[in-house]
């Protein structure tokens, strides 16, 4: 093991705090509450009516508060709302590892108030006009009704004026493993927009649904906005909220990067582990296209998320890992996730050290002729929790001069450990406040 004091000599660090676009809605369930009853279901859903309600893979701010005032209204409607994981392969590919990932956010049949129904199991609807079928799931496709509810943002793959959310949610998520499988490979021939284009007309003309709650959130991981839509709406609005969505995302501070640190990736953060609209990485595997506004060179991915259960897509955007990165990763869920979605890249391995003094030993001299000393170098949480980074001491003066950040700390050591590693996650000031 490479001690970090005959390794490169590291620049001091200093925290910045971002400063992010968007309102805030602070009453969530109330929003949910105000923009259901624009849409005046009660004139559409009689009592006793079932109402399949749809809950992803993805960690959403406030989602259990989301989905369990849903639940309400519909009850306050005499309707029988139940929810359904809409996660494609997610969980393994299987009905217990899907119910699996809804617990671990929170979302359960006693919380929600409404019973859980997972399966696998499909129904193909229709072939799409371009000749591939369309499949939903069994249970949300017998309900009366479907709402769709999910997080409008760029996609992490696809370009185009509908990214992800709520079509996105109807199609993939809720195609279950066959369809998000099928779709996938459709997509390669037709292309995404044509795809979804093809396959959301059929599945809104055909499977009930009844509205869309689409979610947007800021650079702070707080809900910016709740607006709730009739299936009408689903196509010639989701270009707007993804433009709102893309103002409000979070971003790295600095856009040249040599060496980004993520403490954790993991599918409750993206659907591809770590956001590569965050890091320059969703038009081409280890850089930046030319089109893209963010420059990383390398990027070390150090652990992952409890909450992926294994699932380590989008290791392979990573140069390099930790070794514990490795041993806590499921290699037959994350080649399932990655097959499926038909991105074999996110599942190839990088370079592994046990510390993350050796990734910096191996990393720092390849950035050029700047010494290690003098490295741009982020320390993040993960691509959705950027409010706090650490950063390198050649960033400072220009952290200085915006004022969008806010320089949070002096300067000081990288908090290496006697054997070589840092902390398990950056802490958070609100954490350290309220520990």
């Not at 433009?243 to 979070?250: D, G, L, N, T």
């Not at 980074?389 to 290496?416: F, H, I, K, M, Y």
Request: aromatic share 4%; with cysteine; net charge negative.
């Amino acid at each position: 093991m490479t001690s970090p004091r005959t390794g490169p000599a590291l620049p001091d660090f200093f925290r910045v705090r971002q400063r992010f676009e968007g309102p805030r809605v602070e009453d969530v369930p109330a929003a949910v509450r105000e923009t259901l009853d624009s849409l005046d279901l009660g004139a559409r859903v009689r009592r006793g009516e079932t109402v399949a309600i749809t809950a992803g893979s993805r960690g959403i701010a406030n989602l259990t508060l989301v989905l369990t005032e849903i639940v309400r209204h519909l009850r306050s409607l005499g309707a029988e709302p139940f929810i359904v994981p809409a996660m494609a392969s997610h969980g393994g590919g299987t009905a217990e590892g899907q119910l699996r990932i809804l617990s671990s956010y929170g979302i359960t049949e006693e919380g929600c108030g409404c019973p859980i129904r997972s399966s696998m199991e499909v129904v193909r609807v229709c072939d799409s006009k371009l000749g591939f079928p369309v499949f939903f799931d069994r249970n949300a496709f017998e309900a009366d009704h479907v709402i769709v509810c999910n997080r409008v943002k760029p996609h992490t793959l696809f370009s185009g004026p509908i990214e992800s959310g709520l079509l996105k949610m109807l199609m993939i998520g809720l195609g279950k493993r066959d369809g998000a499988a099928l779709y996938h490979r459709a997509i390669l021939e037709h292309g995404y927009s044509a795809v979804l284009e093809n396959a959301g007309s059929e599945l809104l003309a055909r499977c009930g649904v009844l509205a869309g709650v689409a979610l947007i959130e800021r650079g702070d991981d707080q809900t910016a906005r709740v607006e709730a839509l009739p299936p009408e709406r689903f196509f010639s609005d989701e270009p707007r909220l993804l433009e709102m969505a893309r103002r409000w995302m979070p971003h790295l501070p600095f856009s040249d990067v040599d060496l980004l640190l993520i403490d954790e990736i993991g599918k409750n953060v993206s659907g591809s582990g770590l956001d590569t609209n965050l890091v320059g990485r969703k038009s081409s595997l280890h850089r930046a296209a030319a089109e893209e506004p963010i420059r990383v060179r390398f990027i070390a991915v150090r652990s992952l998320t409890p909450e992926t259960l294994g699932n380590a897509v989008g290791i392979g955007a990573a140069e390099f890992c930790r070794s514990r990165a490795l041993r806590e990763m499921d290699s037959a869920v994350t080649r399932l996730n990655a097959l499926t979605a038909g991105d074999l890249t996110a599942a190839m391995l990088p370079l592994d050290y046990e510390t993350d003094a050796e990734i910096m030993e191996a990393a720092l001299p390849m950035i050029g002729l700047r010494a290690p000393a003098e490295a741009r170098i982020l320390w993040i949480r993960n691509t959705m929790q950027l409010a706090e980074v650490e950063c390198s001491s050649v960033l400072l003066e220009e952290a200085g001069r915006r004022p969008d950040l806010e320089v949070a700390s002096e300067l000081r050591p990288l908090p290496l450990g006697p054997d070589g590693n840092l902390p398990n996650r950056i802490a958070f000031s609100s954490e350290e406040t309220n520990a």
